[in-house]
């Protein structure tokens, strides 16, 4: 079953576009958060009180795992949602967040101690070419200048985010109860995304049913069940194998998105799919 966790983790985690897309226009983005991280935090607490879950036996422990929810949740999903609702095409947003398998080889070389083969080097390459073609035939004709610049910035917070939160918790707590381990994660996202909601945005959320359906994909599909394999990989695999998968998630998303919403495929695209899963074979063989 450990074999198929990196191609489940691909698949749930491409259809955190479905509660983008359907969530978004009835909630600031943040707000959107905030929400979700209590849904979150209450269900994995009742979950890990309810079976006796192990928690961290040092303080040291604990504030390593909450910073790497700070990182990979509170960073990397607030930017994403952040420059999505402020108008970012999905698209642009996916090439920028696509560079994060190349950030997280640099580092792991001189953080971790890994050794990144040249093979894996051109597979990495490969990928991040095979990303821009899946997702060019969406760049055309998109916002440009200053507006695209500031609408860019919190899509590289997003990617520094998931970069440094990957690295962070490989080097620092790759082991820990997924269950207790989540609470402590979403706890300081949970604290900080409220801080900034209460400053810079007015609590707008409309219980429409796209927004209830949005909010639970989110939280049962993503936040439990994509986030706990996401650990698991972290846990079992080197720091490059498992950045070089979000390569195949733009791939998912445009296959879903194609079967779901009607959007179209070109040969550009389809091209682009097969270079990015022949990436990541070449950075995971």
Same mark, same amino acid.
């Given at each position: 079953?450990?074999?198929?966790?990196?191609?489940? =983790?691909? &698949?749930?985690?491409?259809?955190? =576009?479905?509660?983008?897309?359907?969530?978004?226009?009835?909630? #600031?983005?943040?707000?959107?958060?905030?929400?979700?991280?209590?849904?979150?935090?209450?269900?994995?607490?009742?979950?890990?009180?309810?079976?006796?879950?192990?928690?961290?036996?040092?303080?040291? !422990?604990?504030?390593?795992? /909450?910073?790497?929810?700070?990182?990979?949740?509170?960073?990397?999903? $607030? $930017?994403?949602?952040?420059?999505?609702?402020? +108008?970012?095409? /999905?698209?642009?947003?996916?090439?920028?967040?696509? &560079?994060?398998?190349?950030?997280?080889? @640099?580092?792991?070389?001189?953080?971790?101690?890994?050794? %990144?083969?040249?093979?894996?080097?051109?597979?990495?390459?490969?990928?991040?070419?095979?990303?821009?073609?899946?997702?060019? $035939?969406?760049? /055309?004709? !998109?916002? *440009?200048?200053? !507006? &695209?610049?500031?609408?860019?910035?919190?899509? =590289?917070?997003?990617? /520094?985010?998931?970069?440094? +939160?990957?690295?962070?918790?490989?080097?620092? @707590?790759?082991?820990? #109860?997924?269950?207790?381990?989540?609470?402590?994660?979403?706890?300081?996202?949970?604290?900080?995304?409220?801080?900034?909601?209460?400053?810079?945005?007015?609590?707008?959320?409309?219980? *429409?049913? *796209?927004?209830?359906?949005?909010?639970?994909?989110?939280? &049962?599909?993503?936040?439990?069940?994509?986030?706990?394999?996401?650990?698991?990989?972290?846990?079992?695999?080197?720091? %490059?194998?498992?950045?070089?998968?979000?390569?195949?998630?733009?791939?998912?998303?445009?296959?879903?998105?194609? +079967?779901?919403?009607? *959007?179209?495929?070109?040969?550009?695209?389809?091209? $682009?799919?097969?270079?990015?899963?022949?990436?990541?074979?070449?950075?995971?063989?």
């Amino acid at each position: 079953m450990s074999r198929a966790y990196p191609l489940l =983790f691909v &698949l749930l985690w491409s259809t955190g =576009f479905i509660g983008a897309k359907l969530g978004l226009p009835h909630a #600031d983005p943040l707000s959107f958060l905030f929400i979700r991280y209590l849904l979150v935090i209450a269900l994995m607490l009742a979950g890990a009180l309810a079976f006796r879950a192990p928690w961290p036996g040092s303080r040291r !422990q604990a504030w390593h795992i /909450a910073v790497t929810g700070l990182l990979v949740h509170a960073v990397y999903l $607030g $930017g994403v949602f952040i420059a999505i609702a402020h +108008g970012l095409p /999905a698209g642009i947003t996916a090439l920028v967040v696509g &560079l994060q398998p190349l950030l997280t080889a @640099c580092g792991a070389g001189w953080l971790l101690g890994e050794r %990144v083969r040249p093979r894996q080097w051109a597979g990495l390459v490969l990928g991040f070419a095979g990303v821009g073609l899946v997702v060019s $035939g969406k760049l /055309a004709g !998109q916002v *440009e200048g200053a !507006q &695209l610049q500031a609408m860019l910035v919190p899509a =590289f917070a997003a990617l /520094a985010g998931i970069t440094a +939160g990957t690295l962070y918790q490989k080097r620092y @707590c790759p082991s820990f #109860d997924l269950r207790t381990g989540s609470v402590i994660q979403f706890v300081p996202c949970a604290i900080a995304t409220g801080l900034l909601v209460w400053a810079t945005e007015s609590w707008r959320v409309e219980w *429409e049913g *796209e927004f209830v359906f949005a909010l639970g994909w989110l939280v &049962l599909v993503l936040s439990v069940g994509a986030i706990s394999l996401l650990n698991l990989l972290i846990r079992s695999g080197s720091a %490059v194998n498992v950045a070089s998968l979000f390569y195949l998630t733009p791939v998912v998303t445009a296959v879903i998105a194609w +079967g779901i919403f009607g *959007e179209t495929l070109s040969g550009i695209a389809l091209a $682009g799919m097969a270079v990015a899963v022949a990436g990541v074979w070449m950075a995971r063989r």
